[in-house]
């Protein structure tokens, strides 16, 4: 019985810099409600984990223009078929700043919203081009509760909880966003939805 729970349950990390966890996260929010609540929301900066992987990549994930070229095309594809907001003229903040943004994420978990006002701010940084580091954008997202979000954000405690991630996850396996961790398995990108779902089940 405790296995089946563990297994029932699908963590799905996530960065504010990853436009393939904006895809990710859109497709959760469209799942039914018994399998969306199946996922624990979990935030953190891909920066830590690129520079445990490749100490000597500054932090960033290395792309040649080629490969890049094609992210970007895909991403407009991927938007297009599962009718995803997209940039209509690119996005310009790329990649956004997102550090206090992911502290708002934790500031609310406890209030159950995390997985709305995440989606809210992928779709700012991505369909929107708003610039997710600015406050008034975060109090925009934030809605009624945006002076409390705003403030608990920046409490040591969250600050704390967000630099935490960091080990966590890559004591996890993981190596990029989005990730999905369940029943000790790790599945890696928006593609493999499906399967850490049938899995977890």
Excluded at 68 to 74: G, L, P, S
Excluded at 100 to 118: F, I, K, S
Excluded at 162 to 189: D, K, Q
Aim: with cysteine; proline share 6%; charged share 20%.
């Amino acid at each position: 019985m405790a296995t089946g729970a563990v297994r029932s349950r699908i963590a799905f990390w996530y960065d504010f810099a990853s436009p393939y966890a904006y895809v990710a996260a859109e497709r959760i929010m469209r799942l039914p409600s018994d399998q969306r609540q199946r996922f624990l929301w979990r935030p953190f900066l891909l920066g830590p984990v690129f520079a445990h992987h490749a100490p000597d990549g500054g932090g960033r994930q290395q792309m040649n223009p080629a490969a890049r070229a094609n992210k970007w095309r895909d991403l407009e594809r991927l938007c297009l078929y599962y009718g995803i907001g997209w940039g209509v003229q690119g996005v310009r903040l790329y990649p956004p700043r997102r550090m206090h943004a992911a502290r708002m994420m934790l500031a609310t978990r406890a209030a159950g919203r995390q997985p709305e006002l995440a989606l809210r701010t992928f779709r700012a940084a991505f369909a929107e081009d708003r610039d997710i580091a600015d406050e008034a954008v975060l109090a925009d997202i934030g809605g009624n509760d945006a002076d409390t979000l705003v403030a608990t954000s920046r409490s040591q405690p969250v600050k704390d909880a967000l630099i935490r991630n960091g080990p966590a996850a890559i004591g996890a396996g993981i190596f990029g966003a989005p990730s999905f961790v369940t029943g000790g398995e790790l599945f890696f990108g928006q593609d493999r939805l499906d399967q850490a779902l049938a899995w977890s089940a």
